[in-house]
């Protein structure tokens, strides 16, 4: 391998932390801006003062995955505690189960389906008439019948997008399983948990190499970039270039902070589906960590909107209509030789945890490969 290379990155989210890393234990000398006064960008945790809650201060994080290197790797940093997601739903003046299973389905029907009773209903009101299924609601339609589409998906959706959901890709929809038996995990992976001490510290210990320098409050400017051996760019991809073809769209999120005493609504997620309840959903944060106990509690309402100049961007908004933005700026990134553009902002992809680090891990060693070439 070739000498030991200077590196640059933007961000110190968990894509930037697993390439530093990498790269560091390589003999190379990273070192990251993060324009935040904190590492682990949006999935960062913080203990609350007052109640001693560890509060997911950008929004629920869960990790899940069936990748056994990527839980191989966010072990060997931070002991991980059994965590099994279970999304309940208000809608229509009843409590549900999410995702949709057989109590969801024979709860919302009146019925006591069994569960080759419930798929042969459901597919009953499934329109079959669509075979390759590209939108969002086209993909709902087909495989869970306008009924339970509208209760439980038409309004969430349109409250988190803003979006009409024949634009929306299916893929969002797919992220979500159906179950025609009771399992109420939300995740359908192998390996699922939470961070004993919270995602920021496991992101600190990734960051705790001596070739590695970490700039809080800081930003590295895209004119900077030739003052390294190559760069790792995880902020927004239109950033780097200045906007210069127009803004990238993305979702924010609002959360409206309150606190209680014990149980507040004795769940991590509850989903307000009715589009007539200005939030998605409330988030209780002691539920995330089921292994501690606090007397008070920390909740978060939460509210989706499009992203301003001035918020923090989450959601990227893909359409089905294409995006011909996202592809101008793919084209620069493409051209681009000393940089890498790496994570969710930086390849404006809806990821999860798992996906982000394996996609970092796949970029690095890409990396390595062609430098070693
Ligand atoms: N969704 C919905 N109703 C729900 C939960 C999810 O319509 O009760 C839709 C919504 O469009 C959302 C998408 O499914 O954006 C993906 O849901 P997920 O729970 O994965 O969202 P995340 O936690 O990533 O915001």
Redesign the pocket.
Known sequence: MSESMHIGMAGAGLSCAVIARELAERGHRITIHETRPHVAGNCHTERDAGSGVMVHVYG?HIFHTDDEEVWTLVNRYMDFKPYVNRVK?TARGQVFS?PINLHTINQFFGKTFSPAEARAFIESQADTTITDPQS?EEQALRFIGRELYEA??KG??LK??EVDPKRLPAS??K??PVRFNYNDNYFAHRFQGMPAEGYTVMVQRMLDHPNIVVHLGSALRPADVGQYDHVFWSGPLDAFYGHAEGRLPYRTLDFERFEGEGDVQGCAVM?Y?DVEVPYTRITEHKHFAPWEEHARSVCYREFSRRCGENDIPYYPVHLTEGDQLLQAYQARAAREQGVTFVGRLGTYRYMDMDVTIRAALDAVRAFIGARAA
């Open positions: 629920p739903a999410l969002f439980f998906f969430y959706t988190q997008w969002i929809l992220r979500l989903n589906n």
